[in-house]
């Protein structure tokens, strides 16, 4: 599958695998990911999935070190061959001029997935699967009531009824599309289609930390109190961001995720911090 | 051994070299703003470049010393006495136990960076110990300080300083500070500039832009000419980084800073050069601007020249300290 690479900072490039918000892409972003993970590439510093990009930051001076004066030339190479599985060696280096070199005027890129994008780099043939594909993590929701104040808003919305809404959104597999917002907040992909609901006209200053939440196409999880405009549907116990551990987050970009409704009792419980 | 914040000033936080690396956990880098000025306070005081520091905004706070230290106060222009007496900014000051360090108000740029021997010893969090006050994330749960916080010191080193005389030196703040708004940033070409008209984007490299009084850590948010796109664009969430120009429909500019999100759904307009992040720090509310389009070799050039001038200043400090 094709990817553009684009220059984003002098120690940054985006991958780019579409424009839309699509598991299919998406799916192809973190195989990527994957990938140039496991490659271990010298100097790469970030990694960061979205829906469509992959953004990947690099420490330039290691490269410039190396390769000399035109570090995102040989990283954009480098990524190239890793993603495409080509041997380095056979990595050539023919992406001078199309970048942000001196006189070199940003083009309109060929591949049509980055049509919009000045200075893309044109690049191809990306193994689609993902190896070590992670288990689900099931996330215990308490739907309704106090924890998720807009499941009858929601209801209302899909001419359902609250305990539909629940065993709807408890019947979907879930994919962590990206990490972002907040330390830990997941963009769940995956919702189903009747629980799509346009965002509230006016957002919330405090969203209570654990929050489950549906912001039109998507679903997430508030990992902290802060300030959103999704439909609160339930709450979860669980502690999805703690800095002090490692990992310090539950979820990572393309975990598969699962919910599990609990009452009111086991979320209490499962509130007090384990001995 | 602890140095007391006496009164907070009005927005100040501990800053070091970021926590990089954790982008793809929603978590940005934060650290210092003005990152050669923080180095160079860090190598005023023999501390290494990623020691941390205080970093200071527009107001600066009170300090009460518990133990005797070495203090060096970089960046923007700032009013600096030591139990009354005036003192310079640019070089290793020596402050006895029970003093108090006064820090003023700024009266041209917007960031000031106060070093301490040894650094200040708070507990990390993921590897860095810059306070992320968007993130509530850092020490003191990412909040920026208050009266009372008390803030230990590497003792261990801070014993060592020997030299408690005046240096009869003091840097040459000029490379590493300018209130001048003539100069231009330069601005790298964003993806989606070549969607702009052919008016908004010459009005972005020929107007002036002012920061707006809501700019912060995470942004600087720029009024202007409104800039307009030849068509509407249908954009999904991406990864964004410190540098980045967004452009909002508002068609007001935000230039994002350490803080900023790690992902957003506005197009880019372009990016800052991280040559010139430290001038973008140093922008206070009410404060003009301007862009000039830049190549990217054109911006390494000026990064590799620029780091090649940091690291000789570096040395050339640490070869005066140990005289």
Known sequence: MDFAIEPVAEDTVLLRFGDAIDANINARVHAAAHTLRTANLAGIIDIAPAYATLLVRFDPAVWLDTVGARPLEHIATSIRSVVAGLPLSQADASLGGRGWGKGAKPSQAADAGCARSAGCFAVSSLPSHRPGKPACVVIPVCYGGEYGPDLDAIAAHARLAPDDIVARHGASDYTVAMLGFAPGFPYLLGLDPVLHMPRRANPRTRVPAGSVAIGGAQTGIYPRELPGGWHLIGRTPLALFTPRREPPCVLAPGDRVCFRAIDADEFTRLSKPSA | ?323
């Open chain 2, 1 to 323: 051994m602890t140095i007391e914040v006496v009164k907070p000033g009005l927005l100040t936080t501990l800053q070091d070299a970021g926590r990089p690396g954790l982008a793809h956990l929603g978590i940005g880098r934060a650290g210092a703003f003005d990152a050669p000025a923080l180095r160079i306070a860090n190598a005023l005081c023999g501390n290494p470049r990623e020691a941390c520091a205080l970093e200071i905004t527009l107001l600066g706070p009170s300090l009460c010393l518990r133990i005797d230290a070495c203090i060096a106060v970089t960046g923007a222009p700032i009013p600096f006495h030591v139990d009354g007496v005036a003192q310079p900014m640019w070089v290793p000051v020596h402050a006895p136990a029970g003093a108090t360090v006064a820090l003023g108000a700024m009266r041209t740029g917007c960031r000031s960076y106060i070093a301490v021997r040894g650094g200040f010893d708070v507990a990390p969090a993921l590897g860095s110990r810059s306070m992320d006050v968007n993130a509530s994330l850092g020490p003191f749960g990412g909040r920026p300080l208050r009266a009372g916080d008390e803030l230990p010191i590497a003792t261990k080193t801070a014993t060592s300083a020997t030299a408690h005389a005046m240096p009869n030196w003091r840097l040459d703040p000029r490379p590493w500070f300018s209130a001048s708004q003539n100069d231009s940033l330069r601005l790298l070409p964003g993806s989606h500039l070549d969607n702009l008209t052919d008016t908004s984007r010459k009005s972005l490299f020929s107007n002036q832009f002012k920061v707006q009084a809501d700019s912060n850590r995470v942004g600087l948010r720029l009024s202007g000419p409104r800039l307009e796109w030849n068509a509407s664009l249908e954009m999904v969430s991406e990864g964004c980084v410190p540098g980045l120009l967004q452009l909002p429909p508002s068609g007001q500019p935000i230039a994002f800073g350490p803080e900023c999100p790690v992902s957003g759904g506005y197009p880019r307009i372009g990016q800052v050069a991280a040559v010139d992040m430290p001038r973008l720090a140093q922008l206070r509310p009410g404060d003009a601007l301007r862009f000039q389009p830049c190549t990217l070799d054109e911006a390494l050039d000026a990064l590799r020249e620029r780091e090649r001038a940091m690291t000789a200043i570096e040395s050339g400090i640490a070869a005066r300290l140990s005289e």
